[in-house]
């Protein structure tokens, strides 16, 4: 059952946004600075999460007064309650996620901004994973509707209103994130595919610790679709695929003559 429309909250496309960064290895700290640095959204800033790490001080130095560099020891959950903390000290905001190692397209805040409008708590439930070279379109969730759970590195919502992070060994963290929301009567929305791209290394580790064949495997059996090479102009919608076709049980995708010009994918 579709949820109602609720009423629209505070505006965060005139305010500055916060963005959260768990930074845990120094290796992918300018995949992190050249994601918020390619958003178009013009009042941002940067909380960038440590834990332990040294960062680059000349690096940070660059974005002048927009970084706000945090240090935890802690577990990221715990280190993800310090930055909500810390940000409603300073008066608090609309807060949106971004991994260390996934990549972030140049709308990815502004298009989270204007869902701020109207939901409480905002992130990709279906998106784009790239693996082995080859880009995935995931279908666990659904896009365009009010959802139960959220990709982690895409939720965003109000720093007044978050839930407190936490962990479980049956659930991880943003699962249960989305669920306290939930519980507190707030709306949860996955948005649309574009913007983000999850990304799988075979040289890194990851908090879901699974070769790149199990996760293949897992991403097959629930439907996932094989798009052939990665290319960035898909995830950011500049090419389309018919995508929701294909998902919804139609023939093989044809990297030739998958290409659509008009109309959304969900």
Same mark, same amino acid.
């Given at each position: 059952?579709?949820?109602?429309? @609720?009423?629209?909250?505070? %505006?965060?496309?005139?305010?500055? $946004?916060?963005?959260?960064?768990?930074?845990?290895?120094?290796? &992918?700290?300018?995949?992190?600075?050249?994601?918020?640095?390619?958003?178009?959204? @013009?009042?941002?800033?940067?909380?960038?999460?440590? &834990? +332990?790490? #040294? $960062? +680059?001080?000349?690096?940070?130095?660059?974005?002048?007064?927009? #970084?706000?560099?945090?240090?935890?020891?802690?577990?990221?959950?715990?280190?993800?309650?310090?930055?909500?903390?810390?940000?409603?000290?300073?008066?608090?905001?609309?807060?949106?996620?971004? %991994?260390?190692?996934?990549?972030?397209?140049?709308?990815?805040?502004?298009?989270?901004?204007?869902?701020?409008?109207?939901? %409480?708590?905002?992130?990709?439930?279906?998106?784009?994973?790239?693996?082995?070279?080859?880009?995935?379109?995931?279908?666990?969730?659904?896009? &365009?509707? @009010?959802?139960?759970?959220?990709?982690?590195?895409?939720?965003?919502?109000?720093?007044?209103?978050?839930?407190?992070?936490?962990? /479980?060994?049956? *659930?991880?963290?943003?699962?249960?994130?989305?669920?306290?929301?939930?519980?507190?009567?707030?709306?949860?929305?996955?948005?649309?595919?574009?913007?983000?791209?999850?990304?799988?290394?075979?040289?890194?580790?990851?908090?879901?610790? $699974?070769?790149?064949?199990?996760?293949? %495997? *897992?991403?097959?059996?629930?439907?996932?679709?094989?798009?052939?090479?990665?290319?960035?102009?898909?995830?950011?919608?500049?090419?389309? $695929?018919?995508?929701?076709?294909?998902?919804?049980? +139609? /023939? #093989?995708?044809?990297?030739?003559?998958?290409?659509? /010009?008009?109309?959304?994918?969900?």
């Amino acid at each position: 059952m579709r949820l109602p429309v @609720p009423t629209p909250l505070r %505006d965060a496309e005139t305010d500055s $946004v916060w963005v959260i960064v768990p930074f845990s290895r120094p290796e &992918n700290l300018d995949t992190v600075l050249g994601n918020f640095s390619r958003q178009s959204f @013009p009042s941002k800033k940067l909380v960038l999460v440590e &834990n +332990g790490l #040294a $960062v +680059g001080a000349s690096k940070v130095r660059a974005l002048e007064n927009s #970084a706000l560099v945090l240090v935890s020891e802690a577990h990221q959950s715990v280190a993800k309650n310090t930055a909500l903390h810390e940000i409603r000290k300073r008066g608090g905001g609309f807060c949106v996620t971004m %991994d260390d190692d996934d990549w972030y397209g140049p709308q990815y805040l502004t298009e989270a901004c204007g869902y701020a409008k109207t939901y %409480d708590v905002i992130g990709k439930s279906r998106h784009f994973l790239s693996m082995d070279g080859n880009l995935w379109l995931c279908s666990r969730g659904r896009a &365009n509707r @009010p959802e139960t759970w959220l990709t982690g590195g895409t939720i965003a919502c109000w720093s007044e209103d978050a839930p407190k992070y936490q962990s /479980s060994v049956n *659930h991880g963290e943003d699962t249960l994130f989305c669920q306290s929301a939930l519980a507190r009567g707030m709306t949860v929305f996955g948005t649309d595919i574009y913007h983000y791209l999850y990304r799988r290394s075979a040289t890194q580790e990851h908090a879901w610790r $699974v070769t790149p064949r199990q996760l293949r %495997d *897992h991403e097959s059996e629930r439907g996932a679709l094989d798009l052939g090479q990665e290319d960035l102009d898909i995830v950011t919608g500049e090419r389309l $695929v018919e995508a929701d076709r294909l998902l919804s049980g +139609g /023939s #093989a995708y044809n990297p030739n003559v998958g290409i659509m /010009s008009t109309g959304t994918m969900g």
